[in-house]
């Protein structure tokens, strides 16, 4: 299975999904051994799609594959969050296009996914998606035109990996034509959940609008198979610099074992981790919230355990479209005079000595 470029439309439709509806008897009550009801009253709301390729790495309901793809009743009990947390639709000059940092645009150019992820951010979109028509898509290329001040333009949306190739061309010739724009971005699932679809036809035509930068979204160790390994080596010998991000999800990944092998396995793919993102405050994923001190938790744990190359930062998005920002776990227990009292990886207190009189400056950066 392929991108055949124009055989499939203009706008994506180039997927090869199993449906709810096309699955057989057998699939669903493999899927949900105990109420097919409940689980199709939450896809009313919130749609699914699962494709084979994520069927087979599903090994039993309730594992950290299914958690990720199938619904799950708990969605539409959740009445707490907002529909949008990160406040991207007010941040939207022209529809899909989110100006939130001064020198960079996050543009939403797909509306299509390997797979509805629960917990994903925009759910509020799976419902309603809005298509990149011809129209928006020359608003948003103007607005990057009339902004000197982009420089980086991140591809999302849904995942633009799975425009059809001839779109997502067009979309990266029309950028690498603006002569602000000097870094593009794109942010994708399909190595990690339709694999496939990473083919030498892409990785050549990427290769022609360098430097371009993929972030992956790999979220368990089990998403990395020889089919999505493939998919990373293609796309990183024709010279696309690799990163991951990766959501952390309660019952799925929240435990520094799980997260240290997914990071250490990255790298052995190129694949250098990014960040670990907070969940968002979406409504209709608190299931899958962690207390903030899981993350820190982790990366302490992980902390000089696997190679410095293969930690991320770990992010909290601020809702209102304030931002993310990176926290980390704090090492300093305190300045006594001209030493700094602070623990080392494996938690014994040792002291640093510091230059004459740096202290009180230090503490107002430390807040010690
Ligand atoms: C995350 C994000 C970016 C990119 O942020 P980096 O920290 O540079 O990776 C840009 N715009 C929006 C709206 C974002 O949410
Ligand atoms: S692939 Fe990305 S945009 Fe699509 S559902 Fe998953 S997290 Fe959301």
């Not at 749609?47 to 199938?70: C, E, H, K, T």
């Not at 990163?243 to 074992?257: F, I, W």
């Not at 005079?337 to 400056?361: A, F, H, K, M, S």
Request: hydrophobic share 40%; aromatic share 8%.
């Amino acid at each position: 299975m392929m991108i055949e470029g124009d055989t499939c439309g203009p706008y994506g439709a180039a997927n090869d999904h199993v449906e709810e509806s096309s699955l057989s008897p057998d699939a669903l009550a493999r899927l949900w051994p105990d109420d097919v009801q409940e689980i199709k009253r939450v896809a009313k709301v919130f749609p699914f799609r699962i494709n084979r390729y994520v069927m087979g790495l599903i090994r039993s309901p309730g594992d950290p594959i299914w958690r990720q793809a199938v619904p799950d009743i708990q969605e539409l009990e959740d009445l707490t969050g907002w529909e949008d947390p990160l406040a991207e639709e007010t941040l939207s000059p022209v529809p899909n296009l989110v100006h939130r940092y001064p020198n960079r645009v996050l543009w939403l150019v797909s509306h299509e996914c390997a797979m509805y992820c629960r917990f994903c951010t925009r759910k509020r979109r799976w419902q309603a998606p809005l298509p990149m028509t011809d129209d928006i898509f020359r608003a948003g290329l103007d607005y990057i035109r009339r902004h000197a001040e982009v420089k980086d333009v991140l591809l999302s949306g849904g995942d633009p990996l799975l425009l059809p190739l001839s779109r997502l061309e067009n979309i990266l010739a029309a950028l690498s034509k603006i002569s602000h724009v000097e870094i593009i971005r794109i942010g994708t699932r399909v190595p990690s959940m339709f694999p496939e679809k990473v083919t030498v036809q892409l990785a050549e035509m990427l290769a022609r609008y360098h430097p371009i930068f993929i972030n992956i979204h790999f979220n368990h160790p089990r998403e990395i198979t020889s089919e999505s390994r493939r998919a990373c080596m293609l796309l990183a010998n024709a010279g696309v610099v690799l990163g991951s991000q990766t959501v952390l999800l309660k019952g799925v990944n929240d435990e520094a074992g799980t997260l240290g092998e997914l990071f250490h396995n990255l790298l052995t793919m190129r694949v250098r981790p990014y960040y670990l993102m907070q969940m968002d405050l979406t409504r209709g994923t608190a299931h899958f919230r962690t207390p903030i001190a899981v993350g820190l938790q982790i990366l302490r744990a992980l902390r000089n355990r696997i190679s410095g190359l293969a930690m991320p930062q770990f992010v909290v998005d601020l809702p209102e479209g304030r931002g993310k920002v990176v926290l980390t776990p704090n090492s300093v227990d305190a300045i006594e005079g001209d030493l700094l009292v602070i623990r080392d990886y494996q938690g014994n207190q040792c002291q640093y000595p510091l230059l004459p009189g740096e202290g009180t400056e230090l503490g107002r950066w430390l807040a010690v």
